[in-house]
């Protein structure tokens, strides 16, 4: 895989360290904003999976708004996107409730019990939704599936009353993680099947996120198809709010060698990031992330590595990458498509540093954003 930069401006780059690439990220906003205009829908950015605010004043000229799952998040919004929230929890805490809410344009209730608790609190101009579980996803690992039989993310067909409450104006389901717009295609039937009858009263669907429009050979005809049927069929705004599809191969993990191991003939090599720290995603999906410098393919080449983080954690390795020649404590490993569900979900365990923040800017320089520092570890604890 090539780089769109200079020898120069790698080399300039600290390690480890999360770098967004602006030229692809705007990329990726051109194309959303292209599915956002044919389609006449919104899209808004999703800050659970992107929250890199340092881009927010490039993400803004092609999105209106952000959604927030949290009162940290809606803070969020409003400082760095000057815009306020699509709110919507899995639970609602009392005492952050009316702060929360003069930072939201809409709301969203996971449970009619929330719905009850605090309906009245909300002011009279955010919009009221509640979130609904089609019961259908093609995502098969139940730790991302919010579809499954026993998920407590939204409210299923039989749970709701035969009448919606009177206030409320919207819908909204996100069941897709990475999807094609076949998905959403298959997602929608359900929905309808189940829901339909609720429709005829509400002002906005908002489809959640999932929906992995920047990738290559994602059939964006179709989504638009899909989405103007739907809107035009029932009369009401149409919302999505990916974040993966934004950062979508965005940017990287830039790593370094610090040991290689050597247990059994199994050889390890030991980079200064970790994967139970850095990329949880990796473990938890799980999935393997491509490296610049080597393959996926544990046959591909003829020398074969596992890559083992920094932690103390056992599991804290990725194993059977292959490389065209043997690696040597110094080298660079750099973890490709690092932008979205990375940052967002970084820990300190084991005192372990986070990585430095940069961007490579559209004239392919670097810029350092943010280092860390002890202080940012100790002033997390107590």
């Not at 929360?100 to 955010?126: A, E």
């Not at 998905?183 to 099947?193: G, I, M, R, T, W």
């Not at 993966?244 to 390890?268: M, P, R, Y």
């Not at 080298?331 to 820990?347: A, E, G, R, S, W």
């Amino acid at each position: 895989m090539s780089r769109s930069f200079s020898q120069d401006t790698f080399e300039s780059i600290p390690s480890p360290c999360f770098v967004l690439e602006e030229e692809k990220l705007m990329c990726n906003l051109k194309r959303i904003d292209l599915v956002q205009k044919n389609a006449q829908i919104t899209v808004i950015l999703a800050l659970k999976g992107f929250a890199m605010w340092s881009s927010f004043s490039l993400i803004k000229s092609f999105l209106k708004s952000a959604s927030a799952s949290s009162i940290n998040e809606a803070k969020l919004c409003v400082d760095k996107f000057n815009e306020l929230s699509h709110t919507y929890a899995v639970g609602y805490v009392d005492n952050e409730f009316d702060e929360l809410m003069k930072l939201s344009s809409h709301v969203t209730f996971n449970s009619l019990n929330q719905f009850h608790k605090f309906n009245n609190r909300v002011p009279t101009h955010i919009s009221m939704g509640l979130r609904v579980n089609p019961e259908w996803s093609d995502v098969a690992v139940d730790l991302y599936n919010p579809a499954h039989p026993h998920s407590r993310l939204g409210l299923t067909r039989q749970s709701l009353p035969e009448s919606l409450p009177r206030n409320i104006e919207g819908l909204h389901f996100h069941v897709l993680c990475e999807s094609s717009a076949a998905a959403l295609v298959q997602v929608l039937q359900n929905f309808e099947k189940k829901f339909k009858k609720y429709l005829v009263n509400i002002k906005w669907i908002n489809m959640g996120g999932g929906h992995l429009i920047t990738k290559e050979g994602y059939d964006v005809e179709l989504l638009v198809n899909t989405l103007k049927h739907f809107k035009n069929k029932y009369q009401v705004e149409v919302i999505l709010e990916p974040s993966g599809a934004v950062a979508w191969q965005a940017g990287f993990l830039k790593t370094t060698i610090i040991d290689i191991l050597e247990n059994h003939g199994s050889l390890t090599a030991i980079i200064d990031a970790s994967f139970t720290c850095h990329m949880p995603d990796c473990l938890e999906m799980p999935y393997k992330p491509e490296i610049m410098e080597g393959s996926q393919d544990s046959e591909k080449y003829p020398f074969r590595y596992n890559i083992g983080g920094a932690s103390c954690l056992a599991g804290d390795f990725l194993a059977g990458y292959s490389f065209l020649k043997p690696l040597k404590i110094g080298d660079i490993l750099t973890f490709q498509d690092m932008m979205h569900y990375t940052m967002v979900k970084t820990n300190m365990f084991n005192g372990i540093n986070h990585p430095s923040i940069g961007v490579i800017r559209r004239n392919h320089k670097f810029k350092l954003l943010k280092t860390f520092s002890y202080e940012d570890y100790r002033d997390k604890l107590s």
